[in-house]
């Protein structure tokens, strides 16, 4: 049972911490970054299981393909 408490704890402080994140971002105490927000969002719900450089890699490869896609008319 307290197993379970502490992981939603854990997970509650997350969600804050993201909410305060991006809350500044809104208040223009940080610059807005909309990469890193999307970033913030997903990593908190996945329980800060995500490591933003491979996240960062995947948002670029897939920015490629689609690129090509645009570019080569076939879509």
Known sequence: MFGITNKMQSSELDYQNSYLKISNMLLNVKPL????TVFITENA???NQLEEQAF????????SIC???IASGKH
């Open 45 to 47: 719900y996945l329980n």
């Open 67 to 69: 690129r090509g896609i």
């Open 56 to 63: 960062n890699d995947a948002i670029r490869f897939n920015t």
């Open 33 to 36: 970054d909309f990469r890193h």
